[in-house]
Protein backbone atom coordinates (compact mmCIF):
# COMPACT_ATOMS: atom_id res chain seq x y z
CA UNK A 1 0.00 0.00 0.00
CA UNK A 2 1.22 3.40 -0.80
CA UNK A 3 1.95 5.33 1.94
CA UNK A 4 3.80 7.88 3.76
CA UNK A 5 4.98 7.23 7.47
CA UNK A 6 5.66 9.22 10.32
CA UNK A 7 7.03 8.09 13.85
CA UNK A 8 6.08 9.32 16.62
CA UNK A 9 2.36 9.91 16.46
CA UNK A 10 2.31 11.51 19.72
CA UNK A 11 5.39 13.09 21.64
CA UNK A 12 5.28 15.20 24.66
CA UNK A 13 9.10 16.15 25.91
CA UNK A 14 10.59 19.13 27.76
CA UNK A 15 11.78 22.41 26.06
CA UNK A 16 15.95 21.85 25.10
CA UNK A 17 15.46 18.17 24.42
CA UNK A 18 16.78 16.95 21.22
CA UNK A 19 14.21 14.79 19.13
CA UNK A 20 13.82 13.44 15.60
CA UNK A 21 10.31 13.25 13.87
CA UNK A 22 11.23 10.33 11.13
CA UNK A 23 8.89 10.13 7.88
CA UNK A 24 9.71 7.35 5.18
CA UNK A 25 7.38 6.91 2.26
CA UNK A 26 7.36 3.94 -0.26
CA UNK A 27 6.62 5.63 -3.84
CA UNK A 28 10.01 6.32 -5.11
CA UNK A 29 8.83 9.93 -4.77
CA UNK A 30 11.43 12.40 -5.17
CA UNK A 31 9.77 15.46 -3.37
CA UNK A 32 9.31 15.50 0.00
CA UNK A 33 7.80 17.96 2.17
CA UNK A 34 7.12 19.15 6.10
CA UNK A 35 4.37 21.03 7.34
CA UNK A 36 2.87 22.42 10.49
CA UNK A 37 -0.18 23.04 11.06
CA UNK A 38 -1.88 25.14 14.11
CA UNK A 39 -5.41 26.73 14.85
CA UNK A 40 -6.17 29.70 12.71
CA UNK A 41 -2.64 29.29 10.73
CA UNK A 42 -3.12 26.37 8.35
CA UNK A 43 -0.67 24.33 7.09
CA UNK A 44 2.89 26.02 6.58
CA UNK A 45 5.62 24.55 4.64
CA UNK A 46 8.97 24.40 6.85
CA UNK A 47 11.41 22.62 4.92
CA UNK A 48 11.04 20.77 1.79
CA UNK A 49 13.46 18.57 -0.29
CA UNK A 50 13.56 18.25 -4.36
CA UNK A 51 16.00 14.98 -4.54
CA UNK A 52 18.20 13.33 -2.12
CA UNK A 53 20.75 15.74 -0.69
CA UNK A 54 18.73 18.80 -2.22
CA UNK A 55 16.89 20.69 0.69
CA UNK A 56 15.22 24.13 0.91
CA UNK A 57 13.49 26.38 3.59
CA UNK A 58 9.51 27.11 3.46
CA UNK A 59 7.80 29.43 5.05
CA UNK A 60 9.26 28.67 8.53
CA UNK A 61 12.07 26.60 9.27
CA UNK A 62 13.52 28.50 12.30
CA UNK A 63 14.34 26.02 14.97
CA UNK A 64 14.18 22.96 12.92
CA UNK A 65 16.57 20.93 10.30
CA UNK A 66 16.04 18.44 8.08
CA UNK A 67 18.18 15.51 5.71
CA UNK A 68 17.78 13.99 3.15
CA UNK A 69 20.45 11.06 2.03
CA UNK A 70 18.01 8.33 1.22
CA UNK A 71 15.16 9.02 -1.14
CA UNK A 72 12.68 7.22 1.07
CA UNK A 73 13.59 9.33 4.26
CA UNK A 74 12.90 12.76 5.39
CA UNK A 75 13.66 12.95 8.84
CA UNK A 76 12.94 16.60 10.70
CA UNK A 77 15.21 17.59 13.32
CA UNK A 78 14.64 19.97 16.72
CA UNK A 79 17.60 20.26 17.86
CA UNK A 80 16.71 22.80 20.99
CA UNK A 81 12.92 22.52 20.99
CA UNK A 82 10.76 25.04 22.34
CA UNK A 83 7.41 25.56 23.89
CA UNK A 84 6.61 27.73 20.00
CA UNK A 85 7.14 24.28 18.71
CA UNK A 86 4.28 22.49 19.82
CA UNK A 87 1.97 21.93 16.79
CA UNK A 88 0.87 18.96 15.09
CA UNK A 89 3.54 18.09 11.95
CA UNK A 90 2.68 16.37 8.94
CA UNK A 91 5.26 14.90 6.36
CA UNK A 92 4.35 14.78 2.72
CA UNK A 93 5.17 13.73 -0.34
CA UNK A 94 4.78 13.67 -4.29
CA UNK A 95 7.25 12.92 -7.33
CA UNK A 96 7.81 16.03 -7.84
CA UNK A 97 6.36 17.11 -11.28
CA UNK A 98 4.54 19.81 -11.71
CA UNK A 99 0.58 19.75 -10.32
CA UNK A 100 1.01 16.02 -8.89
CA UNK A 101 -0.97 16.24 -5.70
CA UNK A 102 0.93 15.40 -2.42
CA UNK A 103 0.89 12.16 -0.57
CA UNK A 104 0.80 13.04 3.41
CA UNK A 105 1.23 11.20 6.47
CA UNK A 106 -0.92 11.18 9.24
CA UNK A 107 0.49 13.42 11.24
CA UNK A 108 3.14 14.00 14.83
CA UNK A 109 1.69 15.33 17.38
CA UNK A 110 4.13 17.31 19.39
CA UNK A 111 3.36 19.01 22.77
CA UNK A 112 7.10 20.77 24.22
CA UNK A 113 6.65 21.71 27.74
CA UNK B 1 3.61 36.69 -2.12
CA UNK B 2 0.44 34.61 -2.87
CA UNK B 3 -2.30 35.08 -0.45
CA UNK B 4 -5.08 32.86 -0.19
CA UNK B 5 -8.81 33.52 1.31
CA UNK B 6 -11.14 30.28 2.40
CA UNK B 7 -14.22 32.51 3.50
CA UNK B 8 -16.11 30.33 5.81
CA UNK B 9 -14.20 28.41 8.58
CA UNK B 10 -17.59 26.73 9.05
CA UNK B 11 -20.40 25.40 7.07
CA UNK B 12 -23.25 23.50 8.27
CA UNK B 13 -25.86 22.20 5.75
CA UNK B 14 -28.38 19.32 5.84
CA UNK B 15 -28.40 16.02 4.72
CA UNK B 16 -29.45 15.98 0.55
CA UNK B 17 -28.52 19.63 0.02
CA UNK B 18 -25.56 21.50 -2.16
CA UNK B 19 -22.39 22.51 -0.22
CA UNK B 20 -20.46 25.31 -1.56
CA UNK B 21 -17.04 26.37 -0.79
CA UNK B 22 -15.29 29.07 -1.38
CA UNK B 23 -11.36 30.04 -2.45
CA UNK B 24 -10.05 33.04 -3.22
CA UNK B 25 -6.25 34.31 -3.70
CA UNK B 26 -5.00 37.87 -4.17
CA UNK B 27 -2.20 37.94 -6.60
CA UNK B 28 -1.07 35.65 -10.04
CA UNK B 29 -3.11 33.21 -10.84
CA UNK B 30 -1.76 30.23 -10.95
CA UNK B 31 -1.64 27.32 -13.53
CA UNK B 32 -3.71 24.90 -11.34
CA UNK B 33 -5.37 24.62 -8.09
CA UNK B 34 -6.25 21.82 -5.89
CA UNK B 35 -8.46 20.48 -3.09
CA UNK B 36 -8.20 18.44 -0.37
CA UNK B 37 -10.06 16.88 2.37
CA UNK B 38 -8.74 16.72 6.38
CA UNK B 39 -10.57 14.40 8.65
CA UNK B 40 -9.83 14.96 12.56
CA UNK B 41 -6.63 13.80 13.29
CA UNK B 42 -5.63 12.47 9.55
CA UNK B 43 -3.51 13.86 7.06
CA UNK B 44 -5.17 15.86 3.71
CA UNK B 45 -6.31 13.79 1.24
CA UNK B 46 -6.09 15.06 -2.45
CA UNK B 47 -9.75 15.08 -4.04
CA UNK B 48 -9.31 17.10 -7.29
CA UNK B 49 -6.85 19.47 -9.06
CA UNK B 50 -8.63 21.92 -11.90
CA UNK B 51 -5.77 23.58 -14.16
CA UNK B 52 -6.12 27.30 -15.44
CA UNK B 53 -7.60 26.44 -18.60
CA UNK B 54 -10.33 24.44 -17.10
CA UNK B 55 -13.70 26.33 -16.08
CA UNK B 56 -14.56 23.10 -14.46
CA UNK B 57 -13.90 19.17 -13.17
CA UNK B 58 -16.14 16.98 -11.84
CA UNK B 59 -15.80 14.01 -9.80
CA UNK B 60 -18.52 11.89 -8.79
CA UNK B 61 -20.63 13.94 -6.65
CA UNK B 62 -18.14 16.67 -6.56
CA UNK B 63 -17.80 19.53 -8.64
CA UNK B 64 -14.60 21.93 -9.17
CA UNK B 65 -14.74 25.58 -11.15
CA UNK B 66 -12.34 28.04 -11.51
CA UNK B 67 -12.47 31.78 -12.40
CA UNK B 68 -8.82 33.61 -13.09
CA UNK B 69 -11.17 36.76 -13.40
CA UNK B 70 -12.71 36.72 -10.07
CA UNK B 71 -9.50 34.62 -8.95
CA UNK B 72 -11.86 31.66 -7.43
CA UNK B 73 -12.10 28.64 -7.19
CA UNK B 74 -15.42 27.23 -5.96
CA UNK B 75 -15.94 23.80 -4.81
CA UNK B 76 -19.41 21.57 -4.66
CA UNK B 77 -20.66 18.93 -3.13
CA UNK B 78 -23.96 17.76 -4.30
CA UNK B 79 -26.19 15.49 -2.34
CA UNK B 80 -24.39 15.90 0.56
CA UNK B 81 -24.07 12.74 3.08
CA UNK B 82 -22.77 13.43 6.69
CA UNK B 83 -19.40 11.28 5.77
CA UNK B 84 -18.63 14.59 3.57
CA UNK B 85 -18.36 16.31 7.47
CA UNK B 86 -14.26 16.81 7.10
CA UNK B 87 -12.54 20.00 6.71
CA UNK B 88 -11.74 21.56 2.84
CA UNK B 89 -8.36 22.62 2.25
CA UNK B 90 -8.15 24.65 -1.00
CA UNK B 91 -3.89 24.56 -2.33
CA UNK B 92 -2.16 26.51 -5.27
CA UNK B 93 1.61 26.45 -6.17
CA UNK B 94 4.35 28.47 -4.64
CA UNK B 95 7.95 28.07 -5.54
CA UNK B 96 8.59 25.54 -7.94
CA UNK B 97 6.61 22.17 -6.54
CA UNK B 98 5.62 23.69 -3.07
CA UNK B 99 2.16 24.51 -2.57
CA UNK B 100 0.48 26.83 -0.18
CA UNK B 101 -2.37 25.93 1.62
CA UNK B 102 -5.67 27.58 3.12
CA UNK B 103 -6.65 27.65 6.32
CA UNK B 104 -9.27 25.45 5.51
CA UNK B 105 -13.26 25.43 5.79
CA UNK B 106 -15.31 22.58 8.02
CA UNK B 107 -18.32 21.30 6.40
CA UNK B 108 -21.04 19.68 8.58
CA UNK B 109 -23.80 17.56 7.27
CA UNK B 110 -26.59 17.10 9.74
CA UNK B 111 -29.14 13.92 8.99
Known amino acids: EAQVTQNPRYLITVTGKKLTVTCSQNMNHEYMSWYRQDPGLGLRQIYYSMNVEVTDKGDVPEGYKVSRKEKRNFPLILESPSPNQTSLYFC????????????FGDGTRLSIL | SQKIEQNSEALNIQEGKTATLTCNYT??????LQWYRQDPGRGPVFLLL?????KEKRKERLKVTFDTTLKQSLFHITASQPADSATYLCALPQAGTALIFGKGTTLSVSS
Open chain 1, 92 to 103: ASSTGADNQPQH
Open chain 2, 27 to 32: NYSPAY
Open chain 2, 50 to 54: IRENE
